[in-house]
């Protein structure tokens, strides 16, 4: 189609070009506004472009008072940002009234809502990030020194007669922190050799990166943080309906504020997020039959514990017909490939095990031919390293929860004999939470959970595909990794490792022990300082 130069001015604001058949959006275009448009496809012959000028043309059709097409091109060209931001709200109204309302839902996937949600506890950080199709990004207890946050707790609890004593043991959990941080930064000042590293920057980024691993496990889940959230807007409505309906005060507050956000960018595709008890677990006739139950707790663990709960049966030959028939040269189903394999023995299938990862990259991961299959597991392991082994939303994940029952973990490095005093230090400042939290949880059981810390263990069940297992360890056990989730990456890999013989060659996990971080801090300190040259 041939635009005037008034269409040309408009559209050129809101997509990349207008003389191709593959364009993009700019980041101009309303996301509710794209979603709507991309549903259209469906039901219209006319290209995106011609739609997105057809929108404003009814618009002022049906409202005089709506500006014109040439009148929109002018605002653009006069950066006149109020005026197309009220264009672009009415546009996606007028497209909203026959898309959502008339069972459209899909469109809710080509939009995509961001949110900043800051001065949350560790707490609400986990029940926020429990979805499979979000992204999160949460400040990090490695570098960031969080003795200066503030704690974030429950009305409820502070209103409730274990209100002072709360905000007291979790302060003093955090003076722990601080004192255990500054000597440990001393500590691995000390131990780590500056002649090591090319940069002082680098060798005091490791020593602190250590310290803070260490201090990590004294952090209350009371501590406040903030994260970053995007999901997909039909996601978005799940994860709030569900949030909405949490047996936790803070989490329902802030999804009230979050729901009321998102509703100012995207009123058309989630307005009718409600509370739904349905999807929140912990309520409802299945968890008050478990209640019932009576079945007794596991003792407390003194060390990480990961068992196979289950694996699928056959699941390397099932991995390996599935690559042989992604290769789309064997007119056979996948069934049949996989009793072929069966029957021709180890062999073969080593051979197309090296077929299929022998070539694989440096950085390339598993194919997705190799997502067949389920592995479950059960893990008691420290709060703090399933913080880090959640971000993997693959397959299914059980929630865990801030716990005491189940003991805690002693980092490896407070078992050195010089450091004698950092161990009482830490067993002391555990113990005492320990105690408290025990207490709280017979009364306030979903208050408590803010009174354990990091360093506590929890249970978790998590299942994945065959794929999402490699990757997992692969990524977890490597030398920069928190050394808590490196030891799970190991044990789950020697887990599955007897089921795979023929994958075993092509599974590239970091066994090494304690390893610094040397490299990787020298790499990041190279990328910074090349930063402030370009700069």
């Not at 219209?44 to 040439?70: G, N, W, Y």
């Not at 490695?142 to 429950?154: C, G, I």
């Not at 599935?322 to 069966?342: D, F």
Request: hydrophobic residues 40%.
């Amino acid at each position: 189609m041939n635009y005037t130069t008034s269409q040309e001015v408009f559209l050129r604001h809101f997509f990349t070009n207008t003389d191709s058949d593959v364009y993009c959006a700019t980041d101009a275009m309303p996301m509710a506004l794209w979603a709507f448009l991309e549903g259209g496809y469906s039901r219209s012959q006319m290209s995106m472009r011609d739609r997105f000028l057809r929108v404003f043309e009814e618009i002022s059709e049906k409202d005089e008072d709506a500006p014109t097409i040439e009148e929109l091109a002018d605002a653009v060209a006069r950066s006149r940002l109020p005026q197309l931001d009220a264009a672009m709200r009415k546009a996606s109204d007028f497209m909203s009234k026959w898309a959502v309302e008339y069972g459209h839902n899909s469109l809710k996937d080509s939009s995509v809502d961001r949110f900043a949600l800051e001065n949350v506890s560790q707490r609400a950080a986990k029940l926020l990030e429990h979805s499979q199709l979000g992204a999160f990004q949460e400040k990090s207890t490695r570098y960031l020194d969080f003795s200066a946050d503030d704690l974030v707790f429950p009305a409820g609890l502070m209103a409730s007669a274990y209100g002072e004593e709360s905000r007291w043991q979790s302060r003093q959990m955090m003076v722990a922190y601080r004192e255990l941080l500054d000597r440990m930064k001393v500590h691995f000042e000390a131990v780590l050799s500056r002649r090591d590293f090319k940069t002082e920057a680098a060798w005091r980024r490791t020593a602190h990166a250590k310290a803070f691993d260490v201090a990590r496990y004294l952090l209350p889940c009371s501590v406040r943080t903030s994260l970053g959230a995007t999901m997909p807007s039909r996601e978005t409505e799940r994860q709030l309906t569900a949030l909405l309906a949490s047996p936790h005060e803070e989490i329902r507050s802030i999804a009230s504020r979050m729901r009321d956000e998102a509703l100012r960018i995207n009123p058309g595709l989630l307005k009718h997020v409600q509370p739904n008890a349905y999807l929140e677990r912990t309520a409802g006739p299945l968890a008050e039959l478990a209640a019932t139950l009576g079945w007794n707790r596991p003792e407390a663990a003194t060390e990480p514990v990961v068992n196979l709960s289950w694996i699928s049966p056959d699941i390397e030959l099932l991995a390996l017909a599935s690559a042989l028939c992604a290769t789309e040269r064997l007119a056979l189903p996948t069934a049949s490939i996989r009793e072929h394999l069966r029957q021709s023995g180890p062999d073969t299938c080593a051979k197309v095990a090296s077929a299929a990862l022998g070539v694989r990259g440096p950085h390339d991961e598993w194919p997705k031919e190799f997502a067949v299959g389920q592995i479950g597991f059960d893990l008691v392991l420290d709060f703090g390293a399933w913080r880090d082994l959640q971000r993997h939303r693959v397959g299914l994940q059980l929630r865990a929860r801030p716990a005491t029952e189940l003991g805690y973990s002693i980092p490896d490095e407070l078992t050195l004999p010089a450091l004698t005093w950092e161990l009482d230090h830490y067993r002391r400042s555990m113990d005492r939470a320990t105690e408290f939290h025990s207490r709280v949880a017979r009364e306030r059981p979903y208050d408590a959970e803010y009174l354990a810390a990091l360093g506590h263990h929890t249970a978790w069940t998590a299942a994945m595909d065959l794929r999402q297992w490699a990757y997992l360890v692969e990524l977890r056990s490597g030398p920069s990794g928190h050394q808590s989730y490196r030891d799970i990456a190991h044990r789950m890999a020697r887990a599955v490792l007897p089921y795979v013989p023929n994958l075993v060659p092509y599974l590239r996990v970091d066994w090494s022990g304690e390893a610094d971080r040397r490299q990787a801090e020298e790499r990041i300190q190279a990328k910074l300082e090349a930063a402030r040259k370009d700069s």
